[in-house]
Structures are given as structure tokens and as C-alpha cells.
């Protein structure tokens, strides 16, 4: 299971420092792929399988399905962990979401997500609002 939030700096080559606590998950490899709410996600490849099974069974006549198949899946790329427990990222992926030095890594249970500072910073404010956050969660029957 993937928790915590983590910063780590991006270097110049575009590759980024995978916590500790991440590492040993996403061995031998990982799927960084766009992710919702304009960050990354990082896939073990055990769920980035059972991911692409589920948008395997979804129908190839709806049109948002094959929009999100098409988000996640185009710009998605395999990845290994190299001997300091980096991760390259894609100039094309660090683009889409404005990472430039500096990244913050979030848990999100089954995968982990890489956020621009300042998109986390904006993200996060609006958990900030605890009577929002209980109107937003009412419908999840938790």
C-alpha cells in the first residue's frame, strides 16, 4: 500500500528519487502514466495489469471510455528504478504536469501519485475545508 507525501528534487536529466518506502513495491518494474487531477501515477505492474483489464472490459462503443484508455495509456511508459532508486520521467510527462525540480510524491493506496509543488499546494488547500471534505465523501458509504 502506497501513504505518506515525500519531496524530492527532480534533476536535470528528469530523473526523480522514488521514497524508500516505494521502492521495494515497484520492483522490478513500474508504469508512469498521466494521471487525473493533472498529476503522474506511478503503477507497480501488478496494477497497472488489473488496471488494463478493467479498461480491456470496458465497451469499445463508449466514447469516455476510450477517451480515458487513450489519456492514461498514450502517454504511459515502463520504468525501472536505476541502482539510487530513480525513476526517469519523460520530459513529455514532467511537461504535462509542470514539474521542473522539485516533485511531491503522495500515497494514493494502490498506486503513488507525483505532483508539481504548486499543484499539490492548490490540491491540498481544498482538503482544507473540513465541512466540505464531509459533504464531498457523503456518497461514498464510508
Given at each position: 500500500m502506497f501513504?505518506?507525501?515525500?519531496?524530492?528534487?527532480?534533476?536535470?536529466?528528469?530523473?526523480?528519487a522514488v521514497p524508500a518506502r516505494f521502492?521495494?513495491?515497484l520492483q522490478p518494474g513500474a508504469v508512469v502514466s498521466r494521471w487525473l487531477d493533472a498529476c503522474l501515477a506511478i503503477h507497480t505492474q501488478d496494477g497497472w495489469d488489473r488496471l488494463s483489464e478493467k479498461v480491456a472490459?470496458?465497451?469499445?462503443?463508449?466514447p469516455t471510455a476510450r477517451r480515458f484508455q487513450r489519456f492514461v495509456f498514450a502517454g504511459a511508459v515502463e520504468a525501472e528504478l536505476d541502482g539510487q532508486g530513480?525513476?526517469?520521467?519523460?520530459?513529455?510527462?514532467?511537461?504535462?504536469?509542470?514539474?521542473?525540480?522539485?516533485?511531491?510524491?503522495?500515497?494514493?493506496?494502490?498506486?503513488?501519485?507525483?505532483?508539481?509543488?504548486?499543484?499539490?499546494a492548490d490540491?491540498?488547500?481544498?482538503l482544507d475545508d473540513p465541512q466540505a471534505l464531509a459533504e464531498a465523501f457523503e456518497g461514498l458509504g464510508i
Amino acid at each position: 500500500m502506497f501513504t505518506g507525501e515525500y519531496r524530492h528534487s527532480v534533476d536535470g536529466k528528469g530523473r526523480l528519487a522514488v521514497p524508500a518506502r516505494f521502492r521495494t513495491q515497484l520492483q522490478p518494474g513500474a508504469v508512469v502514466s498521466r494521471w487525473l487531477d493533472a498529476c503522474l501515477a506511478i503503477h507497480t505492474q501488478d496494477g497497472w495489469d488489473r488496471l488494463s483489464e478493467k479498461v480491456a472490459a470496458l465497451p469499445i462503443t463508449d466514447p469516455t471510455a476510450r477517451r480515458f484508455q487513450r489519456f492514461v495509456f498514450a502517454g504511459a511508459v515502463e520504468a525501472e528504478l536505476d541502482g539510487q532508486g530513480r525513476v526517469l520521467l519523460p520530459a513529455y510527462l514532467r511537461q504535462a504536469v509542470g514539474l521542473t525540480t522539485e516533485a511531491v510524491i503522495v500515497g494514493s493506496r494502490d498506486h503513488a501519485e507525483i505532483w508539481s509543488p504548486d499543484g499539490w499546494a492548490d490540491y491540498s488547500r481544498e482538503l482544507d475545508d473540513p465541512q466540505a471534505l464531509a459533504e464531498a465523501f457523503e456518497g461514498l458509504g464510508i
